[in-house]
């Protein structure tokens, strides 16, 4: 056996530290020198179904940085498909690197014969720096994919759908805070303008809010800027707003100490995943300055929802759109939850969470 140093140690315990924490059940390194892929699968739960979750694909300052990443994605996922009263469980993948500079077919191919390796138990999906083409790609490789293109029975981007979950969730959101769900005349500021954002602030704008964004892609914003009226300002301008919903739409931890004693709004509500960068500090933080907190994984849940449909054969894009509008109810009961009991409202969709894995977990066990 070769003996590693004592940097790689520390760095193996770390990593098998986090994975016990967070309770994942299998974690998978790939690597192919050809291509230049270097991907990490985070498989978290799969109580209630094969671990469904997209891949993203992120210049990631370090190889740590991405372990963490893919670590709280696939738990997210976990909890997101059990909120959303869905038969799957969490899973995840990350791709390290640019893709502008590394995508081709035999990467995202590669990538595939990675995901098929896993014969079923992750399922992958469209994420960060991904398109429907990179799901044909992987596609060539496994039928583990979703997200495929209409035209090959799939339910294709489904950020339409993840934006309108949001949309909703925001609405019961500003419903808990203000008494009222009608969003015309609010000021709400969008961080992150990606397909998921971008279609926000349609609804938005089509609602009557005077709407912020930020993001940076200084064209998309100028295109989005004019198409919709929407106000360009500064990436760090975009905390310190009097607005009334701040909206997280680009990657996580943008709820931290600096930022949340920044906000002026009353309600956040995004599609960003893990927004909150210390889940009990911050979501205390939140609860205690009284701003109502739509927690992410229950209000982007529209893209999994979607690709559920799509998961039980022929995709139908009218029921995804029905199953996503239960967004605002599941959200509203976690918002009286935590008022009525005094917890954060993070807390009381994860509690809710994971009553729902635990109860189908015993029925799920063998006489």
């Known amino acids: 056996m070769v003996e590693t140093n004592v940097e790689e140690k520390v760095k193996s315990a770390s990593i098998f530290s986090e994975v016990a924490e967070m309770g994942h059940e299998q974690v998978v390194f790939c690597h192919d020198e050809p291509t230049g892929l270097k991907a990490i699968i985070g498989i978290h739960n799969t109580v209630l179904g094969p671990a469904l979750g997209g891949t993203r694909m992120w210049n990631y300052a370090s190889e740590e940085e991405a372990v963490i990443d893919v670590l709280r994605l696939s738990r997210g996922m976990t909890y997101k498909a059990a909120i959303s009263g869905l038969n799957l469980g969490g899973g995840k993948a990350v791709i390290i690197g640019d893709a502008s500079k590394l ?57 339409p759908v993840t934006a309108y979950g949001v949309y909703m969730g925001m609405k019961a959101a500003v419903n808990k805070k203000f008494g009222s769900d009608d969003l015309s005349g609010k000021k709400i500021s969008v961080q992150g303008v990606g397909q998921v954002g971008m279609y926000l602030v349609d609804h938005l704008v089509k609602d009557g809010a005077k709407v912020y964004i930020t993001d940076i892609n200084e064209e998309k914003l100028r295109n989005i800027s004019s198409k919709t009226g929407a106000e360009v300002v500064g990436m760090d301008d975009i905390y310190d707003l009097d607005v009334d919903v701040y909206a997280p739409c680009a990657l996580g931890a943008t709820l931290n100490d600096d930022s949340i004693s920044r906000l002026k709004c009353q309600v956040v509500a995004g599609a960003a995943n893990n927004q909150l960068q210390d889940e009990v500090r911050h979501g205390n933080m939140l609860m205690d300055k009284g701003i109502v907190y739509a927690p992410d994984f229950v209000i982007n849940a529209g893209g999994i929802i979607n690709i559920s449909s799509e998961l039980r054969g022929e995709y139908n894009k009218q029921q995804a759109y029905s199953w996503t509008e239960k967004i605002y109810d599941t959200c509203m009961s976690i918002l009286n939850k935590s008022e009525k009991e005094r917890i954060p409202s993070q807390e009381s969709a994860m509690l809710l969470a994971e009553k729902r894995i635990s109860d189908i977990g015993k029925v799920k066990l063998s006489f």
């Not at 191919?109 to 995901?115: D, L, M, P, Q, T």
């Not at 469209?126 to 209409?150: A, Q």
């Open 103 to 159: 995508k081709n077919e035999a990467f995202m191919r590669r990538f595939g014969k990675f995901v098929n390796s896993l014969n079923g138990k992750y399922i992958t999906a469209e994420d960060v720096n991904m398109k429907t083409s990179d799901m044909e790609y992987i596609g060539m490789e496994t039928k583990h994919v979703t997200g495929l293109p209409k035209d090959m029975g799939g339910s294709g981007d489904p950020s």
